[in-house]
């Protein structure tokens, strides 16, 4: 193979990162809100499906575009609980 050919069968890799906005901060605590996530034990399945089905929301949401799954939410909302302290 020639440098040429193997830097074009190289792919790169695109960034999922997604840019939070008071929108999406918005949208997201109320999701959270209206969910029973704090009546669950930390760590439990239970918990784990409910950010599951909050990630689905969001990713579904035509008004916001949302790119998340349930660790970059769990992540996300640590995040904003010690910016408050």
Avoid: Y
């Avoid at 034990?41 to 784990?48: H, Q, T, V, Y």
């Avoid at 909050?54 to 660790?71: D, E, G, H, P």
């Avoid at 939410?73 to 904003?80: A, I, P």
């Amino acid at each position: 193979m020639t440098e040429d050919s193997e830097a074009s069968s190289v792919k790169t890799k695109q960034s999922n990162t997604m840019e939070w906005t008071n929108q999406h901060d918005t949208l997201f605590l109320r999701e959270v809100r209206g969910s029973d996530l704090f009546e669950t034990r930390k760590g439990s399945p239970e918990r784990g499906k409910l950010w599951d089905e909050i990630a689905t929301r969001l990713n579904n949401l035509t008004q916001c575009k949302f790119n998340v799954s349930k660790r970059s939410l769990n992540q996300s909302s640590n995040v904003q609980i010690q910016s408050k302290k």
